[in-house]
């Protein structure tokens, strides 16, 4: 795999990082409804890694490109359930393209002795960029998770999920666990595992020996 030549950028504006960026952002609350519409417009935070030399030696180098991006956010609970949505439309990186989160939450209460919640998630991700974006995993995926909150005094708390590809079928594992651990502790557990990965996949492809599992232990002051 070639390196990322991180500290040699190339910015699509004259005034490379230093150019001014707007953006704006509007929300409201509808009963049950969040809402909200941005807009952002200059440096892309997302560079494409395009294939170069430095110093005689290929590498990729990040391309921050110009965009402009229009995004609405809505998030809609209503007793046990927690619906979102997460859209924008974004011009810069060669065509206009579009892309979209949306899901559900669904929490069933009083489980594990009338203590716990089990949360049952799904999310289906779609983006349409061409070649000429930053490259992205989640194209047209599906997620599925299940959250398991003990509700006791060391806010237990544990993630499950995988995320699909429907095309390759190439499939993201994931496991997250916190727990405090008396009044300045916490620890956490955390896994990442590839399935059906080819070589081939944008992202994922070269990632696919990159399983791992992370404990950490943190302490508050």
Known sequence: ?????????????????????????????????????????????????????RGGKAVLIPHYDQIDQT????????????????????????????????????????????????GALAEYLYDGRGDGAPAISADDDVFMALRF???????????????????SRATSLSVEAERRIGQNWKLELELRALFNTSINEPVLGGLRKDDFLLMRLSRYF
């Open 149 to 167: 909150s003990f509700n006791d005094p060391q806010s237990t708390e544990i993630l499950a999920g995988a995320m699909v590809d429907r095309d």
């Open 1 to 53: 795999a070639m390196a990322v030549e991180v500290d040699d950028p190339v910015f699509e504006s004259g005034a490379k990082k230093w150019h001014v960026d707007y953006a704006g952002r509007w929300w409201n609350n509808l009963g049950d409804l969040d809402l909200g519409l941005a807009f952002f417009m200059g440096t892309s935070r997302e560079p494409r890694l395009v294939a170069g030399t």
């Open 71 to 118: 995004s609405l956010d809505a998030q809609y609970t209503h007793e046990n359930w927690l619906w979102k949505l997460e859209t924008f439309s974004r011009g810069g990186h060669g065509g206009r393209f579009q892309a979209a989160v949306g899901g559900f939450e669904y929490t069933f209460h009083g489980v594990a002795g009338a203590k716990g919640d089990l």
